[in-house]
Structure formats: C-alpha cells, structure tokens
C-alpha cells in the first residue's frame, strides 16, 4: 500500500497546491488531462495510441495505492487534478531498490511550482520507503524544462540513448537517462 498523506504547498504567484495520492475519484480528470498533454512534445506515446477506458482508470489507480512499490500522485488546484506523478520499483528482486517515474503537469498551470512540489513529495516518499536507493527516468534530451526540474532536485545523467524515439515525420530523438540516490 503506498499511500501519500495531502500535503500543501505554496504556489508561485498565489495559492496553495496540494499533493495527494490519486483516488478513483480522480480518474475522468486525469483522462482529461492525457487528452490535452498527448499532443504536445516529449510524450512517447502518439495522440489517440491509446484511449483507456474509464474503468481501466480506475484499475490503473488502485493499483498504484495498493500494489507496494508502486505510487501514484496528483496535484490539485481548487479542486481539480492538474498534475500527476507515478513512480513504479523493478519487478525483481535485483532490481527492487530502485523505480522510474513518469510525470506531467497541465500547461495553464506551469511555471507555478508545481513540479517541484511533486518531485519533492516524492523523494521524500522514497526515502522513507524501506529499501529504495535510486530513483530513476527518461527525458526527452531536447526537454529543457524537465531536464532543469530534475537537476534541480538533485538528479544527474547517467546516459543517452541515441535515436531513442522515431517520431511520427520519421526524425529521431534522443533521450537521456537521469536518476538520483536517496539512501542515506
Ligand atoms: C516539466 C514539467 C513537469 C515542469 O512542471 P512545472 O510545474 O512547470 O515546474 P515548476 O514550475 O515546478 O518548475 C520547477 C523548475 O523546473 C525548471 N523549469 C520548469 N519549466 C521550465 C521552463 N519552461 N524552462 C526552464 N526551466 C524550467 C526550473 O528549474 C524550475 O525551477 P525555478 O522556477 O526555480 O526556475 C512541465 O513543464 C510539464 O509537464 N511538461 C510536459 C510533460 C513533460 O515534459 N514531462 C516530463 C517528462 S520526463
């Protein structure tokens, strides 16, 4: 069970952004939210490749609070989900002390600290959680913005993958692979 208490933070330029963990409740916000990230750069997966149900949803955030190793989070403004963070361990035993993470947060609300509030809340989530040491991802090479939140928060490049990406025009891109260790 890997659950996140909801956790205030101040947003840059007024407010208060909470991180929680995802709910069920959740779904049809963060389904709206694919539908609007999709389009844009630095996702791997092309508009319209995948369209998952309603139901799926839901199933998809059960088992990021229930199965252990697994963490999904949700930013929230006013009442509505506009970022989201899901972090996985390896499946295997020589694997398991460390996991990858994904993230987004909805364009209209960038810039605000959002992300940072998320990469904070889960380092300290890994670091409290038995047996993590290295928490890792893929970046788009070119992705500037993401690059910078994660050298922010401590991670570093620890290599590239060329031509990583076959973009739907048939051009190439690379990604960098980063991570950062959180035990002691
Ligand atoms: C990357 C992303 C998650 C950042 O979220 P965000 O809420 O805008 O980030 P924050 O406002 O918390 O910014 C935190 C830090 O990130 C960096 N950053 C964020 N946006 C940036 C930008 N446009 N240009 C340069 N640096 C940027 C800065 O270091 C910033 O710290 P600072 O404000 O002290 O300068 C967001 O741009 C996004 O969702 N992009 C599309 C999806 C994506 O690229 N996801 C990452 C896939 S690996």
């Known amino acids: 069970m890997s659950v996140v208490e909801p956790r205030a933070f101040s947003s840059k330029g007024g407010g208060t952004v909470t991180i929680r963990s995802a709910v069920e409740a959740d779904a049809e916000q963060i389904l709206r939210n694919l539908e609007d990230i999709l389009p844009e750069p630095y996702n791997v997966t092309a508009p319209g490749e995948i369209a998952p149900s309603f139901e799926e949803e839901h199933a ?42 994904g993230m987004s947060v909805t364009s209209p609300f960038r810039r605000r600290g959002i992300g940072d509030a998320l990469v904070t809340t889960l380092l300290d989530w890994a670091r409290a959680e038995p047996g993590i040491v290295k928490v890792c991802l893929a970046v788009y090479a070119d992705n500037e ?22 973009l ?13 260790f959180v035990d002691p």
């Open 145 to 166: 913005a993401a690059r910078r939140l994660y050298e922010k928060h401590g991670f570093v490049v620890e290599g590239r993958r060329l031509r990583e990406i076959r």
């Open 60 to 101: 998809w955030i059960a088992a990021h609070r229930e199965e252990p190793g697994r963490l999904a989070i949700v930013a929230e403004v006013d009442g509505r989900v506009v970022g989201l963070l899901d972090f996985q361990r390896g499946p295997r035993r020589r694997l398991h002390h460390r996991g990858a993470f």
């Open 168 to 180: 739907d025009d048939g051009t190439y891109a690379d990604d960098v692979l980063m991570c950062r």
